[in-house]
């Protein structure tokens, strides 16, 4: 071992120990006769101290230490003259006698500190330095943390963790599958799975009863921000199950979560439909950290005269509690917001309610006070309060962009404190999405989601009426999770898939092996699945689940510090007997 | 849930208790007027009893249940008459009043038993069928287990589990890489990684200091019996060590498991030279659950006219005790063994001695009772023993197959009881292995490797002579595990790229990410990997690795449970810009 201590571990306990410390050099200062350097690891940051009168030479070589040189030091532990309490070893220093290089280090190209002034590009192609920063080890340590405390809990719950292959089956359906040539099987291709679904249903046929598996999952889809093209999700599956008892579970193990890694102990979370989701927060996942909640209009605000009211569909207001005070400004900024082509609004009709309980708004000529006084009573808003109004011929793109202005409003307002976490199940999730595009019914989940035994008879006569046993875990406005009660009849599965639109052939095809499989006995069950990433962005209160990934991808789907993927050797395609067709 | 009670849960205690259960029926026996049926679930077998005279209808019912339907049963917990010691619910069984068959079943293709009446392929076929059979699924089960426990010992040591890319760059050296054709950057390709030993180096560059990940990883080879295209490695590294530091951390995880999992306390692991290894066991992992170590026998038995031994380069025998009671049939069937095409060894000599401490050969008439007595002599033979001699003209060939005929003789004496453990760390490994075939040196475990201070002078002069800080781990004559203190200084990792036949173009293409990396101050660190297959294997007495993971591939590398790999669509093929040339 190279060291005796850790560089986070001396206190004035160790008060003229001698020590052994290993670590890099955080930075070097001259004062005086003395040379102080921070040692640093992943424990934290000591500090060395090298006095010219005692040790001319040696003082003089730690002067000429460069920044991430990797030291190891012996030394005596002392007391600080100047206590540091911003580090947990600031009441001590190491009194250095002997010193080794290690290694040297080139400058690395950007500062390895909490705030540094590398940008993101040059940060990605030298991940290694970045990862040397505290902030961004500390949630890979986040990470490492919730992964150990899944298990822990699953595991005390009877899971069983089963490895599910990563060379799988290609199938068409769905987002796009990396696929895998075979030279064994020329002309043959693997896929990469999009998730372990079929296979955890398999393992309920086999009766593990229990499942889970943290793995990672592949889709080859045009990378927006926030995904990459492999992602981490937490896979669990249950047999003889209701949806109550995975909900039960599962809401469990989020709360071991909270409480295990930050101390918050939290209570039941609400439940909430996807109709009332889509009503009042225009989202299938509502951050819910604030109410703010939509108020339908029609009633209220058609027939005045208003020509873009009269025409519309839809008309929904929002109440932003004490934003009366909202300058002109402002208001026309959240105008242009809402303006955007990613929201595409027309515009944003407003109103504040005055300090003496009267009604402005930006329609005043079409609507009288009494009219404008209904309107505040619909809103339940009160002097000061500022009421934003959206409106359009389509209610839920209507309620979409009513969702942007919400949140822009939460934020504005600071309701969306990043320490404050609200958990919500959303559930009864419509079973069928209709696109208008294809003419059909897709499964909003997949294929094997169940439909609630009370609305199986509208499978028939309402297919988009028919409500699924799906339910999501949202926190903050995040879908960290969702999962279904799946379909273990064979006959049901069938009609699903005639729905779907599948000829038996390409049913047969796509999904055979687990169909053949359902015939021997599939018990009722069901699961869900979480990103992990997004859980541990949640957690370590990031904007991006890059910053929890080690060694993340860009968003052309590149690693620039290994700069994959690349060109192969011809023998290599000629082995897999493929050609390059530019 | 659907059930109250597991079917391995009740006991006595509970007896009068209503109760619910769900499970499949192993199977139903009628024995007058009553009718038992074996409720199995992942947690036991619970027996139910249906009454003809109490209620006709219902057990009329359970007459025609088949195997592997799937029930729920309310009903009474009661004292069994004839009770069974052989199942832990034994005691008791429910008398049934209420049953809804969840699920039927056709009749599986073979039996879901311990000891199965299906083949390998029905099997593999069909395994989720398989992976209902206790055996089965109790593997998978010790291997959650396992893995379970090694991260809970590793977590405690401080190390950090970090996930490193799958979709990584393909590199031509070593094993053949699967590759992965990517959409967006047309005509490159990723790699699978076959480990990720360049990036747990970059995390100790980064300063993760302890790092450990169970992960999948992956090599595309002609698969051998054992083999599997994608397999389970527990990869680790430590910073700030010395081999020492790694061998104490690793044999303490494996004790750790030994003691959690088998209930086994074990002593210090010994060390073994890798030198030792092959002299002694003509293997670098010798089977030391029992010795019969071999002795050279150049001295004895050179010289004395017998051409075979006279024109050796290598004699060496093994004696194993208790065995002169071989036959002459038994003796051949040795020699036969010794003699095939996969061992390759031309002849084998045997003496026995006597109750009377004479000595009779195979080849008596060319050695007289004095030099056998020598013989005797050096391979410390009793009365009883028996001697097996194999020789040749090339030592390493020789000893590789006094090996496999010292593992015969192990396994037909018994020696090899696979409920006793032997484990042992085999160490200073030569840096290199000359292949004489491209007449060049080649890393005997990769090019990061360090080579004993000691023997850094050796690599200008007599590179094969060079030992490294190597070491693997060997149970029961299985490397469960192996590993290396890495080079962390550029120089001589330029040194061994060189040896290694690398032009320094080279080297930058392949490892030039790793080698700017260690510019920025890489400190001293190593670490090693275990197989995680093997090592469950080896817990579970499994001769192949296949039983435990849960959907294994055959030796063409196909999943014939999904049909894997197979044919993509020309549109995905377009997609890609791949032409198939077949």
Redesign the interface.
């Given at each position: 071992?190279?060291?005796s201590h850790t560089c986070g571990e001396l206190r004035l306990a160790n008060l003229g120990e001698n020590v052994t410390l290993?670590?890099?050099v955080q930075r070097t200062r001259k004062m005086g006769g003395m040379t102080f350097v921070d040692l640093?690891?992943?424990?934290g940051l000591t500090q060395l101290v090298f006095n010219n009168e005692v040790n001319a030479e040696l003082c003089e070589r730690a002067n000429h230490l460069g920044r991430?040189?990797?030291l190891?030091v012996r030394g005596t532990v002392a007391e600080r003259s100047a206590k540091n309490n911003k580090v947990a070893t600031g009441d001590i220093e190491i009194i250095v006698n002997e010193m080794t290089v290690?290694?040297?280090?080139?400058t690395?190209p950007f500062t390895i500190e909490d705030e540094t002034d590398g940008g993101d590009d040059i940060r990605m192609q030298?991940?290694?330095?970045d990862?040397?920063r505290n902030s961004v080890?500390a949630n890979?340590?986040l990470?490492?943390k919730m992964?150990?405390e899944v298990?822990r809990y699953l595991?005390a719950e009877g899971f069983?963790?089963?490895?599910?292959?990563?060379?799988?089956?290609?199938t068409?359906e769905g987002a796009?599958?990396?696929?895998?040539?075979?030279?064994?099987?020329?002309?043959?291709?693997?896929?990469?799975p999009q998730s372990p679904q079929?296979?955890k249903q398999?393992?309920m046929?086999?009766?593990?009863?229990r499942y889970f598996q943290i793995v990672?999952c592949?889709r080859?889809e045009?990378?927006r921000a926030d995904r990459q093209?492999?992602f981490?999700q937490i896979d669990c599956e249950m047999s003889?199950?209701?949806q109550e008892?995975v909900i039960q579970m599962f809401e469990g193990m989020s709360r071991h979560l909270f409480r295990t890694i930050k101390g918050i102990e939290l209570d039941a979370f609400p439940r909430m439909t996807w109709h009332d989701a889509m009503k009042y927060y225009g989202s299938d996942k509502p951050d819910t950290r604030f109410e703010m909640r939509f108020v339908e209009l029609m009633d209220v605000l058609k027939g005045h005269g208003f020509s873009v009211f009269d025409a519309a569909e839809y008309i929904g207001g929002i109440c932003a509690k004490g934003a009366a005070s909202y300058t002109r400004k402002q208001l026309d900024a959240l105008t242009d917001f809402v303006k955007r082509p990613q929201i595409g609004a027309k515009g944003m009709v407003y109103a504040r309610v005055e300090a003496d309980g009267t009604v402005k708004s930006s329609v005043d000529k079409f609507y009288t006070q009494e009219v404008l006084q209904q309107l505040r009573a619909a809103m339940n808003a009160e002097p000061g309060d500022l009421i934003l109004i959206l409106s359009g011929d389509n209610a839920n793109k209507t309620r979409k962009q009513l969702c942007e202005l919400r949140l822009e409003m939460g934020s504005q307002l600071g309701l969306r404190d990043k320490n404050n976490y609200s958990c919500l199940w959303v559930v009864d999730f419509p079973l069928f999405e209709w696109s208008e595009e294809d003419q059909r019914f897709y499964a909003m989940h997949h294929p094997f989601t169940s439909p609630k035994p009370e609305d199986i008879p509208l499978l028939d006569t309402d297919p988009g009426a028919v409500r699924a046993n799906a339910y999501d875990m949202v926190i903050n406005g995040v879908e960290v999770g969702g999962g279904s009660i799946r379909i273990?009849?064979s006959e049901l599965q069938h009609k699903m898939f005639q729905l779907l639109g599948f000829t038996p052939e390409k049913a047969e095809e796509q999904f055979g092996?687990l169909m053949n499989?359902f015939?021997?006995?599939?018990?009722?069950h069901g699961g869900l699945a979480y990103g992990l990433d997004r859980f541990v962005s949640l957690f370590a209160g990031l904007d991006s689940i890059r910053d929890c990934?080690?060694?993340p991808?860009n968003n052309?789907?590149?690693?620039v510090?290994?700069?994959?993927?690349?060109?192969?050797?011809d023998a290599?395609l000629k082995?897999?007997?493929?050609?390059?067709?530019?």
């Open positions: 071992m190279f060291r290993a670590g890099w640093r690891d992943r424990y991430e040189y990797v190891q290690l290694n040297v280090s080139a690395p030298y991940r290694y330095l990862l040397r080890r890979l340590e990470r490492h992964a150990f298990r595991d069983i963790e089963v490895e599910t292959p990563v060379l799988i089956k290609s068409p796009r599958d990396f696929v895998v040539p075979s030279r064994m099987n020329q002309g043959q291709f693997y896929a990469l079929t296979f398999l393992l046929v086999s009766g593990f009863d990672k592949f080859d045009d990378l093209p492999e981490t003889f199950v209701e008892d273990y009849d092996f499989a015939k021997f006995g599939a018990p009722p990934i080690a060694f991808k052309a789907g590149r690693d510090m290994i700069d994959a993927p690349s060109a192969i050797d290599q082995e897999l007997c493929l050609n390059i067709t530019l």
